[in-house]
């Protein structure tokens, strides 16, 4: 049997109120919500998924997940290797502490110092912990510091912080 024409009309208006415009190809894909610090001078270009920024905190910046926190503050030794040391020896000192040890490592801003250590936190649970030491212009060290419940994909959580590296760039 074919079609009436009012059921080709219907299927002709439902097809065109389902189609949109195609984009250019030169058409600019919106970017990922980011956090400046004057403070700092620095910007964090795009926040990680499952993050928010905490609003008002531009010194240090700071995001929260549904179970970790990421911080990205001014540092106090601008010799990367000795502040990775001291972190490593914080961490031992801590209740039930342990280092996990560090890395050297070259990022847009040259060396850098990642550690992990795990310790017991607060509440009597096993936290971990990833700082990334680095100096984001001569005389101006950087800590960025990732701290969450130890259990889970550490795996995800050192892409996590490396994704937060990866996104910061210096600002006049």
Do not use: W
């Amino acid at each position: 049997m074919p079609p009436k024409p009012l059921q080709i009309l219907l299927l002709v208006l439902l097809a065109v109120s389902g189609c949109k415009k195609a984009p250019h190809a030169s058409a600019v894909l919106p970017t990922p919500p980011g956090v400046k610090s004057t403070p700092l001078k620095i910007e964090l270009t795009a926040i990680p998924a499952g993050f928010t920024a905490t609003a008002g905190a531009i010194a240090p910046i700071r995001l929260t997940s549904a179970d970790g926190e990421i911080t990205v503050a001014r540092g106090t030794v601008p010799d990367l290797a000795a502040a990775a040391r001291a972190e490593e020896a914080r961490i031992i000192a801590l209740p039930h502490g342990r280092s996990l040890g560090s890395i050297e490592l070259l990022c847009q801003f040259g060396r850098a110092f990642l550690t992990r250590g795990l310790y017991r936190g607060d509440r009597g649970t096993e936290t971990e912990e990833i700082r990334i030491f680095l100096l984001s212009a001569p005389g101006r060290p950087l800590v960025l510091a990732y701290r969450y419940p130890a259990a889970g994909s550490r795996r995800e959580r050192l892409d996590q912080a490396l994704a937060v590296l990866r996104n910061l760039q210096p600002v006049s």
